[in-house]
């Protein structure tokens, strides 16, 4: 399984983020937001986009590589959102899902957290809530909210070691350069 690359310091010089969907204008408009932001999470790192235009596709990119962020849109198809999440559910290491829609509603909201999604992005998107949400949702996916709690309440500092689910992609030590257990509990 391909993971992340390292920089000569050992930090990730890249993070991916797979978006899955069948419009190519929504691809367009989430590079040029991935091209043109600025990620402070982690500054030195290139953030990366992919895109599939089906859940088939990006199964099949899933299962070959680590990737921490997967958007997919609410009307993908052949496939949907949801059996995209089940299958990702299905990985050794599942990334976080996020749930893209036109129609962003409470119920989709709910729908979508209730089954296990990270969250629920409104399109059109909005250049500086899909940096605020993928970047949480990276955070969390390599910093799970009850690895937080648990180093929170035994004194450990907030960092990808604290409970690690096996070898820690190369992009998790983005999460200790950006600021250690300090850094962590501010943006979460």
Known sequence: MKTELQGPSGLAS?????S???REEDHGLLKAIFD???WNLCPNS????????SVESALSLLRKSRI???LCAHDVL????????EQLARLPDPPALVVTSRIADDSLWAEALNLGAYDVLAKPFDGAEVVRVVSLAWLNRINPPQR?????RSGRNVTPEVAPRGPLPAW?????AAGGSNGLRQAV
Not at 14 to 18: A, F, H, N, R
Not at 46 to 51: N, Q, V
């Open 46 to 53: 290139k953030w990366r986009l992919r895109t599939r235009s």
């Open 14 to 18: 890249q993070v991916t983020v797979l």
């Open 68 to 70: 921490p962020v997967v």
């Open 78 to 85: 052949p496939g949907t959102w949801r059996e995209l999440l």
């Open 20 to 22: 899955v969907g069948p």
């Open 36 to 38: 043109n932001s600025e």
């Open 148 to 152: 937080v709690a648990e180093a929170s």
């Open 172 to 176: 998790s030590a983005c999460a200790s």
